[in-house]
């Protein structure tokens, strides 16, 4: 079963805007990580953020957790065309990673 | 580093036969390694834990007669799909975390495997 929920859905910006996109859960987690996914391809890991942890940044991604809401976030600052692809949020319960449905990002030139 | 293979990357077979997929992890050790499978624009679906040298771990509703797992070395898992139906049709992707990397750490993935039944 799905453990995230992801919104939005959809998500339609041009190059030099900002994304952000929303994770929730339902259960205790002892990491949440953001992952990304090209058409067809395999995923690739963007960034891991603890329980313990509330933010986390890496280059143009920033990532917010809040435990009481059981609630993530997503941020890409800056986007380019190459940014195209779908991203997953997935909670880490004990050692298993349970996906959310993903947000499709669409970067536009 | 940290990379994880898949073999093949798309293989189309005819109703009945069995496909094997195998899942490398090529510069680092994996105890585990996990299969998922994904529908599409759809999420990742957890079929199984994968352990190695012991038998793997399913997921609720997912037959394990008909997803035959092996995890036989510190840098290898199969799937074997059997007697395959077009309901088999899928993207199956593997992952594999590093042994000396602890349980809770990223996961790293491989490209993944289309599987056509016709």
């Known amino acids: 079963s799905q453990q995230g929920e992801e919104d939005p859905q959809a998500l339609s910006i041009q190059e030099g805007e900002n994304a952000t996109m929303n994770c929730s859960y339902k259960t205790s987690i002892n990491n949440l990580q953001w992952y990304r996914q090209n058409s067809g391809r395999g995923l690739v890991h963007l960034i891991l953020i603890r329980s313990n942890e509330r933010e986390k940044h890496s280059g143009r991604l920033r990532v917010t957790l809040d435990t009481s809401k059981k609630s993530s976030s997503l941020l890409i600052t800056a986007s380019r065309a190459a940014d195209t692809a779908s991203y997953f949020c997935a909670t880490d319960s004990w050692g298993k990673l349970q996906f959310g449905a993903g947000t499709q990002v669409v970067v536009t030139p | 580093g940290a990379v994880v293979s898949q073999h093949p990357s798309r293989v189309i077979c005819k109703s009945g036969t069995s496909v094997k997929i195998e899942c490398r992890s090529l510069?680092?050790?994996?105890?585990?390694m996990f299969w998922y499978r994904q529908f599409p624009k759809k999420s990742l679906m957890l079929m199984a834990t994968s352990n190695e040298g012991s038998k793997a771990t399913y997921e609720q509703g997912v037959e394990k007669d008909k997803f035959l797992i092996n995890h036989a070395s510190l840098t290898l898992s199969t799937l074997t799909v059997t007697s395959a139906h077009p309901e088999d049709s899928s993207f199956y992707i593997c992952s594999a975390r590093d042994a000396l990397a602890g349980v809770y750490n990223e996961q790293f993935f491989g490209p993944g495997t289309r599987l056509t039944v016709l």
């Open positions: 510069d680092f050790q994996a105890t585990t």
